[in-house]
């Protein structure tokens, strides 16, 4: 049976997305060894992933305005090589300056990610499906990230770190060859007219508006928490608690498999109960950082902290589907795209913020505070969220009050 058009997008886009995340998170379960090899701190070691997490924040708006003038397509082509044949240079380093240079290209290709998917989405999927591209778009995106430190760990014991990164950098070259075969399915966004009467908003003034701000803010503090998770769960969990490397790699893949899981429960939550999509998130965030804490403050529990793991990881995951939602409501129509490019780019912000600093932590003999600050993060972001949903609808109000004169 001949796929759908609609199936053949989400799977290109799809395929860009996992290898995204991928990218990012098959980089700390490699610190050990690279510590091995090249001689340097903890803090040393958080600095590649910050670089490549913050040239990803840095270029994603701008990358968004210039996709929406010249097309996502030769910018998704372009950022994918680039993404992945950077991650396959990392095989090669002779020195451990060449692979935070190499982290930060490698980040330039991820920054086209986000702009040019959802452009190409929201342009290529019949608008009664894009609920459930959008889902599957972040779905694609959790897995690479949940399959990564089992697959790069293993692959390093069985043929070592640098033949490990070749092969997966090189993955990358499949899917800009499949990307470029059915590029004529693949269609730009639509670009919308504001409709008569109504006051146009300049790109400037939208985007530092209190609402996208607090969004924003939003964004940003949860995506500081995953990334405190994220990078350094596996180090906290060996060094705090005993646990075994492997058996806190297992814990972090757990944790990552629950939010992948979780993406899907949160759209069901959404389409079923809209009006109750605030109240959904932040009870799940709740439910996330005291299970962190949880695991921080009890006795080492072995298996029992993949079950901790897997349910903080499923409540935050369920979480960013109304929190899209949320977003997607407070954009004025027509610049949901713009929004979009510019918000998101918190999260590869928030995952450059946590790394060093929690890294420091750990170097100065207090990795026990690393999960602790994970859980303030996350109750922080409720605030925000609280308050960008409040001013977005006294916005929205306002507007339409303004245009009503």
Same mark, same amino acid.
């Given at each position: 049976m001949a796929l759908s058009r609609s199936t053949r997008v989400n799977i290109l886009i799809g395929n860009g997305h996992f290898l995204s995340h991928f990218y990012v998170i098959c980089l700390p379960p490699l610190f050990l060894a690279w510590q091995d090899t090249f001689h340097v701190t903890f803090a040393q070691l958080g600095l590649t992933v910050a670089m490549m997490s913050g040239t990803t924040a840095i270029l994603q708006t701008p990358v968004g305005f210039l996709?929406? %003038?010249?097309?996502?397509?030769?910018?998704?082509?372009?950022?994918t090589l680039l993404m992945s044949l950077s991650i396959a240079a990392m095989s090669q380093a002779t020195a451990f300056w060449q692979i935070p240079m190499l982290a930060v290209l490698s980040g330039m290709g991820n920054s086209v990610v986000h702009p040019a998917d959802y452009a190409i989405l929201s342009g290529s999927v019949d608008p009664k499906q894009m609920g459930k591209a959008f889902a599957l778009h972040t779905f694609s995106g959790n897995l690479g990230g949940a399959i990564a430190p089992p697959i790069i760990a293993l692959l390093a014991v069985t043929i070592g770190w640098r033949?490990?990164?070749?092969?997966?950098?090189l993955l990358g070259v499949p899917v800009v060859i499949s990307i470029l075969l059915q590029?004529?399915?693949?269609?730009?966004?639509? %670009?919308?007219?504001v409709r008569s009467g109504a006051a146009k908003v300049g790109a400037r003034e939208l985007l530092f508006s209190r609402s996208i701000l607090l969004f924003f803010a939003f964004f940003l503090l949860g995506s500081m928490a995953g990334g405190g998770v994220q990078s350094w769960l596996v180090t906290v969990l060996h060094t705090v608690k005993g646990m075994d490397v492997k058996v806190a790699s297992t814990a972090l893949t757990m944790y990552m498999v629950g939010g992948t899981a979780g993406?899907?429960?949160?759209?069901?939550?959404?389409?079923?109960?809209r009006k109750w999509v605030l109240v959904f998130a932040a009870s799940l965030t709740t439910l996330s950082a005291v299970t962190?804490?949880?695991?921080n403050w009890l006795p080492p529990l072995g298996v029992g902290a993949w079950v901790l793991t897997f349910i903080s990881g499923t409540a935050l995951g369920a979480s960013r589907t109304p929190r899209d939602v949320m977003l997607k409501d407070a954009a004025p129509p027509g610049q949901i795209g713009k929004v979009f490019g510019f918000v998101s780019a918190g999260l590869p912000l928030g995952g450059a913020?946590?790394?060093?600093?929690?890294?420091?932590?750990?170097d100065k003999g207090h990795p026990e505070l690393v999960l602790v600050l994970v859980a303030v993060l996350l109750l922080a972001s409720l605030f925000c969220a609280g308050t960008a949903r409040k001013v977005a609808g006294r916005e929205e109000a306002a507007a339409a009050a303004a245009a009503g004169d």
């Amino acid at each position: 049976m001949a796929l759908s058009r609609s199936t053949r997008v989400n799977i290109l886009i799809g395929n860009g997305h996992f290898l995204s995340h991928f990218y990012v998170i098959c980089l700390p379960p490699l610190f050990l060894a690279w510590q091995d090899t090249f001689h340097v701190t903890f803090a040393q070691l958080g600095l590649t992933v910050a670089m490549m997490s913050g040239t990803t924040a840095i270029l994603q708006t701008p990358v968004g305005f210039l996709v929406d %003038r010249f097309g996502a397509r030769p910018f998704l082509v372009g950022g994918t090589l680039l993404m992945s044949l950077s991650i396959a240079a990392m095989s090669q380093a002779t020195a451990f300056w060449q692979i935070p240079m190499l982290a930060v290209l490698s980040g330039m290709g991820n920054s086209v990610v986000h702009p040019a998917d959802y452009a190409i989405l929201s342009g290529s999927v019949d608008p009664k499906q894009m609920g459930k591209a959008f889902a599957l778009h972040t779905f694609s995106g959790n897995l690479g990230g949940a399959i990564a430190p089992p697959i790069i760990a293993l692959l390093a014991v069985t043929i070592g770190w640098r033949h490990a990164m070749l092969l997966v950098g090189l993955l990358g070259v499949p899917v800009v060859i499949s990307i470029l075969l059915q590029s004529s399915i693949l269609k730009d966004q639509v %670009r919308e007219h504001v409709r008569s009467g109504a006051a146009k908003v300049g790109a400037r003034e939208l985007l530092f508006s209190r609402s996208i701000l607090l969004f924003f803010a939003f964004f940003l503090l949860g995506s500081m928490a995953g990334g405190g998770v994220q990078s350094w769960l596996v180090t906290v969990l060996h060094t705090v608690k005993g646990m075994d490397v492997k058996v806190a790699s297992t814990a972090l893949t757990m944790y990552m498999v629950g939010g992948t899981a979780g993406v899907l429960v949160g759209g069901w939550f959404v389409d079923h109960h809209r009006k109750w999509v605030l109240v959904f998130a932040a009870s799940l965030t709740t439910l996330s950082a005291v299970t962190m804490l949880t695991l921080n403050w009890l006795p080492p529990l072995g298996v029992g902290a993949w079950v901790l793991t897997f349910i903080s990881g499923t409540a935050l995951g369920a979480s960013r589907t109304p929190r899209d939602v949320m977003l997607k409501d407070a954009a004025p129509p027509g610049q949901i795209g713009k929004v979009f490019g510019f918000v998101s780019a918190g999260l590869p912000l928030g995952g450059a913020i946590t790394p060093v600093p929690f890294g420091y932590l750990i170097d100065k003999g207090h990795p026990e505070l690393v999960l602790v600050l994970v859980a303030v993060l996350l109750l922080a972001s409720l605030f925000c969220a609280g308050t960008a949903r409040k001013v977005a609808g006294r916005e929205e109000a306002a507007a339409a009050a303004a245009a009503g004169d």
